[in-house]
Structures are given as C-alpha cells and as structure tokens.
C-alpha cells in the first residue's frame, strides 16, 4: 500500500529514504556495496555470537530477576546518555544544517506533520545503532526460550522517542533563551558532554572517593538498599520493561507516547520560529560606517595562523570537538594534580593520545577542508610557508591546552614529565604531518565523515596515535619503576610511531 | 618591460582533459584594454583562466604576464595578477576585514599600504557597514563585491574575471561595471569572460571569440561585424560560433 502523496505517512517515508541514504550501511549510497553488506552481516553475527555467550552463561548461572532487571537498566541508562547525544547532534542537523525545511515548510504540508516526521527521524536516527546492538540478545533469548525479552525491541524504541523529545524541546529551548546563532554551538557542546557523560559520572567517583574501593562499594550498597537505585525505583524500569514484565513496558509505551504527542503538539509552532531565526544566522545589524578595524600583519606566517585559528574558533563542529576533549581532559589533570608527584604511565598515555587525536581533527579542518585553495594558488605567496603555518596553526592550539598540565608535571617529577612533554609533541607534530602528506582536500561540512572518506589518513592517524599513547605509557612506567620488559614495549612504540611517519611520507600527495 | 610588452600573451596553449580543452591557444592583450574573452559552454574560457592564473598547468605552451614567463617566475608573474572566478574564493567564517587582510598578507602588502586601500576598497563597494558580520550570510552580489575588493587590494596590473556579472542585481553589477572601467582608465588591464554579451559589447575593447579550445574570431566589434553579416554582438557571436 502506498501512502497519499503529502500525507504524514509517505513524508515518513521520504524521511526514512533519506535516513537510509545517509547511513553508515549504505555507505552514503542509493544501494549499500557489497562489501558493505558483508561487514554488516558479518558485525550482526558477531553480536548474536556474543549475545549467546552471555546469554548462555546467565542460563547455567541464573540471576535474581530484580538484579537482572538492574542490571538492564544500568546498561539502558548508559546507552540513553549516548543516544541524547545522538539525538542533540540530530535535532541541530535537522534546525540548522539540513537545506530541505525551506522546501517542505512552502509546501502546503501543514508544518504540525512535518514537526511529526522530523521528531519520529530524530528518534529513528538516535534509534537505529542501539537496535542493531541489542536485539541480538532479543533473538538469542527466543531461541533459548525467553520471548519477554523480545520486549528490548518495543523499549529501545520508546527510549529513543522519549529522548528525541527531550533533546528537540531543548535544542528548540535553547533558541528561545540564547537565539539560533548561540544554539548551534551550545547543542554541540552540550551533546559532546552528553557523550561524555558516563566518563565523567566515574570520574567524579573516583575523585570523591580518592580510589577508596571499600568506601565506595559501601555508598553504593546504602543506595541500592534504601536509596534511589533500589530495585523498585521508576530508574530500573526500561530495564524491567525490556526484560518483557508487561507493566513497565506500558508505562514506558505510554510515556513515549504522551511525550510525542506533546512535544508535537505543544511545540511545532516554535519549532517553525526555530527555522525562522536559523535562516537568519550569519546576519548581524550593521553598525554605523568608519568603525572598520584592520590589523594587517608584515609576515605571511603570521596572516596565514591567525586566519586559521579564526576559523577555527567559529566552527562549531570543532568547537564542540575541541570542548569534548577538554572535558576528558579535566578529570586527568585532576588526577595530576592529585598525584602530587609525578605523572603515572596511564596519565601521560591518556594526554598524549587526547592530543593526537585533537591535532588530527584541528589539522583536516586548517589543512584538508581549506575554503579557497585557489585563492591559495593563485597568490605569489611560499606555498611552503602556507603549509608550514597551517601546521603551526594546528598544532600550537593543543600543546597550549597541555602546556600548564605538563609544566605541572615537569616541575613536580622532572623526568617522567619531560618524557610525556616530548611524546606529546611527538603525537601533535605526527598527527599534523600525516594530515599535511596524506590528507585529501575536502569540504569543512564533511567534518564527521572525514574518517570514512580518507581511509589511508585515518589509519595512519590512528596508527601513530596509539603509536605515541603507548610510548607514553612506556617511558613514564621506565622513568618511575625499570623494567626490561617496558624497555622492548618503548621501543617497539618508538618503531610504530617511526614507521607510520615513514608510511605517511611513502603515501604522501603530490601538491600543485 | 617595454612599452609595448603585452598584458597577457599566450602561446600555443594546449590542456587536454581526455580530449582537447585548449587546443594551440595564441593570444595577446594589450595593457591597458578590457578584453573580453566570449565563446559557447565549454569552450575552454575557464581552462584558459585558470592556466593564465597558476591554478592548472599547461600540457604545451607557454604564458606570460606581462613579459614574465609564468612557468619560470611563478610568483613574479602572479604579482601582478589577481583572478576572480564565477564562485569567488572566500571563507564563510570571516569578516571582511579580516578577509582583506588575509589576501594583502598572501600578496606580501605592508600595513601601511594596505590599511588605506582596505578601507577605501569597503567604503567605494558599499561594504564598510556590513564589516562585522561573517561572510557566510552574504548575498551573492555583497560576496562578488568583496572578492573584488580583495582582487585589487594589491592593485593588480592585470585583472582576470571569469562570469563577474552572474547572479548580481543591476545596482551591484552597475557598481561592477563602472569598477572594471575605472581599472583601465587608470592603465591596468581587464580581461573578462561573460555569457551576458550585451556587457562585452558595451565595455570590451577588443572582443576574442574561442569554440573547442581555439581562438576563431578576435578584434574590436566593429572589425568582428565587418568579418560577418552584421547585427549586435549577439548575432555576430551566434554567426561565428555556428560558421566554425
């Protein structure tokens, strides 16, 4: 059955097209590649093979059903933080990014359906990863004779409309407090930290109870006992309800369904307006004539670093990029900090790949997705000394997020700070170099695919990163407790880093 | 470099792109004329422009800029040169200050030099109060404008074009027009393509006429009519073309 042209249900369909389209599994084509295919099949099977590992286990150790239930919930909870990141990241893409809102709100489609369509995307987009991840463990639990548990389908959906709701009513609250410009940057920046939640929820842990085992097991106990996490709390409900008691599935069925219908109805007016002050970004009042400041540099390397680092700091892809490594950064220089002494092994590991994997990211946004190469080209200009200040651009930005943190270290413990200091510059000057020899030119929009477009270039980043992390880790465990051992691990390190370098430059592009 | 030493002179230019975009281009520009360089869709006009301005290399042939040899004195050649392409190069995320002094700081202009000329350029485009905002919310028009701005900043002898007009409303393309004819009155050199061709009738002064990758007609729109039956530079562009 086909659906009328311009009802709801056949704008769900295009919506989903383009969803398709758009997904890692068709690879961004009509029809997803062969080799596509198989990867998906091969990763679906994985995940029914460990389903049934797991599965089987419980079958010959049976849990109490409330335990069980918790521990569902504990692992919904998880997926829901990253699932509010997904669905901030895809209320932002539908508000400000997408160019197809123009088209369907001059349509005489009334805008209510086309709020529906796009919240119902919202949560289909957040859904889908989660879907793929978990019903495996649906199936596997049919087969050994457990069909309440094909209740994770219905959860994982209304999870998903649930959080859809939240993140548009805050995406589209944002707007009304902060306006469109702001909004983009901070529901960037708040789906970073979404992301990262859990990390930091462990972190706090850790620091409130200075690596006290007991004392936490203790907290946690008076919790789970009396506290907010005891097995009847509303929190364990997706849990229950995905392990198919019918109650809790209801209650949650129709939570997402009260929400939905709310959120739609009570919102899709403001969500119109949303669109209205998006379409005004990029336009500020002007301000009276002869208030134009200039400030012209004498050197090129100059021009070219501060240009970049302008753009830099008005993207705010990167801007959320940049933010989400510094909020895993903070809970490391808390532990510096705390050591007092000197830099343990994991410390120096965890700074040096943050580091690596911020240049790279700094490093394709300065060098690969320049906005006008042939403006570039068709200067007089060194076209060496644009390349060596658009690495310079790259990589000073984060050796001055570490630079306090490692001066911290240097003077509290001398050597194992020094050895992080050169690593971390080490990481920093491989990511830049690989991103300069192999990275491919491509548009500032292609940001987030960047890893899949140039496969060579992330392998490589990838390669080096680990690379340095574990020459990290190497040279802080031999400056704080010798080991010959460690000695091989640094140099085998040492070899990865130097050789991944000598593949980048193998691979390296010719330039014009 | 004499007097008489071309703005542009062009020998025997060939780029192939699978087959022949250029094929064995002679041409010569005189300083100080507007010449527009007119032909159907792929004729080869943006392959010529962008061999002339550094961004492709040719197969065959040589280019000079005002009797510097492009291939061996790259930057020399494009000291004197600025290009404007149909979609002008520029960054969404910057202000149009903060564009200007980029391009002066690429062709190498002292502070002094350039601030004067930044300002005067903004204020004579009509972009002075739209100096805060980022570039990214700019009509096509208002982004031509200051792609132009940034094309004479370092007051280039030799200015190339290509589809300047595109896109821009009449009072933006006035402003345009009037800029390029500015340009050679003081003695620099305009070289222009347009589909529009009532602007190559009004403004060239020498009109070239390229279809598969050669020069097929060249001279002022007199000498151009003379050649052919007669009529506005329309009929005589569709003769031509068709004749070939």
């Known amino acids: 059955m086909k659906a009328a042209p311009g009802s709801a249900l056949w704008l769900l369909g295009h919506e989903l097209r383009l969803a398709w389209y758009n997904s890692a599994v068709s690879g961004g084509k009509r029809r997803p590649g062969i080799a596509s295919i198989i990867v998906w099949i091969v990763g679906w099977t994985a995940m029914h093979a460990l389903a049934y590992a797991l599965l089987h286990g419980l079958g010959k150790h049976p849990v109490d059903r409330a335990l069980l239930g918790m521990l569902a919930g504990l692992v919904l909870l998880v997926l829901s933080t990253f699932m509010l990141s997904g669905a901030l990241k895809a209320c932002t893409l539908a508000l400000f990014e997408r160019g197809d809102l123009d088209l369907l709100l001059s349509s005489p489609l009334p805008s209510r359906s086309i709020f529906a369509v796009r919240l119902l995307g919202v949560a289909a987009s957040s859904a889908v990863l989660f879907l793929f991840l978990f019903t495996p463990f649906a199936h596997v639990a049919l087969f050994m004779g457990w069909p309440g548990w094909l209740a994770i389908y219905p959860t994982i959906a209304a999870l998903a409309i649930v959080i859809a709701c939240a993140a548009m009513l805050l995406t589209l609250a944002l707007v009304r407090v902060f306006g469109a410009r702001r909004t983009r940057v901070l529901a960037q920046v708040l789906a970073a930290v979404a992301g990262a939640l859990l990390f930091l929820l462990s972190q706090s842990f850790n620091l409130i109870f200075r690596g006290d085992d007991r004392a936490l097991a203790q907290s946690a106990r008076g919790l789970i006992e009396h506290g907010p996490l005891a097995p009847g709390s509303p929190l364990w409900l997706p849990g229950r309800a995905a392990l198919g008691e019918p109650v809790p599935l209801l209650v949650l069925a129709a939570l997402a369904l009260a929400a939905y219908a709310l959120t739609v109805a009570r919102t899709h007016r403001f969500f119109v307006k949303g669109l209205q002050q998006a379409a005004g970004i990029g336009h500020v009042a002007p301000r009276p004539a002869g208030a134009v400041r200039f400030r012209f540099r004498r050197s090129l390397f100059d021009t070219v670093v501060v240009k970049e680092w302008r753009l830099i700091a008005r993207d705010p892809h990167l801007i959320s990029q940049v933010l989400l490594q510094v909020v895993y950064l903070v809970p490391l220089l808390f532990l510096i900090l705390r050591s007092g002494d000197a830099a343990g092994p994991a410390i120096g590991a965890g700074l040096t790949l943050l580091c690596s994997s911020l240049t790279a990211s700094l490093a394709w946004i300065v060098i690969s997705a320049e906005d006008a190469p042939d403006l570039l080209l068709s200067a007089p200009a060194a076209m060496r000394t644009i390349r060596l200040a658009k690495l310079a651009a790259a990589t000073m930005l984060p050796l001055l997020v570490v630079a306090l943190p490692l001066l911290w270290m240097i003077v509290h413990g001398p050597l194992a700070g020094l050895m992080v200091a050169f690593t971390v510059s080490g990481a920093v000057l491989s990511a830049g170099l690989i991103v300069l020899w192999v990275g491919r030119p491509a548009p500032r929009s292609n940001f987030k695919a960047r890893g899949k477009e140039n496969f060579l270039s992330s392998m490589l980043e990838l390669a080096a990163t680990l690379s340095w992390g574990g020459l990290a880790w190497s040279l802080v465990s031999l400056a704080t407790a010798p080991a010959d051992w460690v000695l091989v691990a640094a140099a085998g390190a040492l070899a990865g880093a130097a050789i991944t370098l000598g593949l980048a430059w193998l691979f390296r592009r010719e330039r014009a | ?244």
């Open chain 2, 1 to 244: 470099m004499s007097a008489d030493t071309p703005a542009l002179q062009l020998r025997a230019l060939r780029k192939h792109f699978g087959r022949p975009a250029v094929d064995g281009l002679d041409l010569s520009v005189r300083r100080g004329e507007l010449y527009a360089l007119l032909g159907p869709n792929g004729a080869g006009k943006t392959t010529t422009l962008r061999m002339v301005t550094g961004l492709l290399a040719p197969d065959e042939g040589s280019v000079e800029v005002l009797g510097i040899d492009l291939a061996r004195d790259p930057a020399a050649a494009k000291r004197h040169m600025a290009y404007l392409p149909d979609d002008p190069m520029l960054y969404g995320k910057l202000k149009p200050p903060e564009y200007l002094e980029f391009v002066a700081g690429l062709w190498g202009l002292r502070p002094e030099e350039a601030e004067p000329r930044g300002r005067h350029l903004l204020d004579w485009l009509d972009l002075s109060k739209h100096a805060h905002e980022v570039t990214e919310g700019f009509s096509r028009g208002m982004k031509q404008k200051l792609a132009l701005a940034g094309a004479l900043i370092h007051e280039p002898q030799l200015l190339i074009l290509d589809e300047p007009l595109t896109g821009l409303d009449a009072a933006a393309a006035r402003q345009v027009k009037d800029l390029l004819l500015s340009h050679v009155a003081g003695g620099g050199t305009v070289i222009l393509t347009t589909h529009i061709l009532e602007v190559a009738e009004r403004l060239a002064q020498r009109i070239g006429i390229i279809r598969q990758g050669r020069l097929i007609a060249e001279g002022t729109l007199a000498e151009l009519r003379e050649r052919t039956l007669g009529g506005s530079l329309e009929d005589v562009f569709l003769q031509l073309t068709e004749q070939a």
